[in-house]
């Protein structure tokens, strides 16, 4: 009968986020509102969150097919939390496409910081002739631009700090910002992504696209277990998955690189299971390009 999984919402609504307060509504009913409500926000050229929600839709048909044939299939909750997960990452993705067309929008205003500038350099120009003090011109200019890079620099650490988590450590040492995300967002000896992993990137995406001196060396690790060319391999394809995962976000490949360190670069002692766990990781190793030149 189907009147056994009307909702239990105890169960459900710990599952899906966007469960609403209606206990009469079935789990493929928030399955097919999630998605739709996610579509209404979607910018019309948000093409990585609608390939997302196609995906999502289809894990829709799956859940209506089960739930169709047994109501109370064990498969049900699994599907369900799918289907959520879909509808997340799509609304994150949209809102990735809507801030990057926020950015377009704005290019005037861009424009117009290029002409201050411009402004500063032919002042600097005006400087050296003779017209005002040539080092107090040139120490305004530099610290004008080191003041606006500091600031981004600033707003950026505050939003990739907010990504800290149970499955996301962000720390600073002298190599730049490192986000090291734990082991348990991949499937055990495999690279394919987890959906929590890849709605995590979505965010650094995000992040990547407002800041765009920033630059990103995507690193595999693992622990000691198992042959040192399985883990090294391994390690790679985490970390070439990651960097294409942000790609289709839309970061340009040449600010990524990728490179699996296998179990050369351990955080812990191997010796134990908290230390193994520690270094089975991938980090990424954010750098300010424009810190280099000096």
């Excluded at 209606?22 to 209404?40: E, F, R, Y």
Aim: glycine share 4%; charged share 25%.
């Amino acid at each position: 009968m189907k009147t056994k999984n009307i909702l239990t919402l105890s169960a459900l609504v710990a599952s899906m986020s966007f469960a609403a307060d209606a206990p009469s509504i079935s789990p493929v009913d928030h399955c097919k509102l999630a998605l739709d409500n996610a579509k209404t926000t979607l910018p019309a050229n948000a093409i990585s969150a609608r390939s997302t929600l196609a995906e999502g839709y289809g894990a829709l048909n799956q859940l209506e097919t089960v739930y169709a044939d047994d109501d109370d299939s064990d498969l049900i909750p699994t599907l369900v939390e799918n289907c959520s997960k879909y509808a997340e990452l799509a609304k994150l993705q949209g809102e990735t496409q809507a801030l990057r067309n926020h950015i377009a929008e704005n290019w005037d205003k861009r424009a117009a910081t290029n002409r201050t500038i411009e402004a500063i350099q032919e002042q600097i120009g005006a400087a050296r002739s003779g017209k005002v003090s040539d080092l107090e011109a040139e120490k305004q200019a530099i610290k004008a631009q080191k003041d606006k890079l500091e600031a981004s620099k600033n707003e950026a650490m505050d939003k990739l700090n907010a990504l800290q988590s149970q499955m996301i450590q962000v720390t600073k040492d002298a190599r730049g910002i490192i986000l090291s995300m734990s082991d348990i967002l991949f499937d055990v000896g495999r690279a394919t992504l987890k959906t929590d992993l890849m709605t995590s990137l979505a965010k650094i995406a995000g992040i990547l696209s407002v800041y765009q001196q920033f630059d990103v060396s995507i690193e595999g690790n693992t622990d000691n277990t198992g042959s040192e060319e399985f883990n090294m391999t391994l390690s790679q394809q985490r970390a070439e998955n990651v960097m294409n995962f942000l790609v289709e976000q839309g970061i340009a490949e040449t600010r990524l690189t990728a490179k699996g360190l296998g179990m050369t670069m351990p955080i812990a002692d191997n010796s134990t299971k908290e230390g193994r766990q520690k270094n089975r990781r991938v980090d990424l190793v954010i750098t300010d390009r424009t810190q280099k030149v000096k």
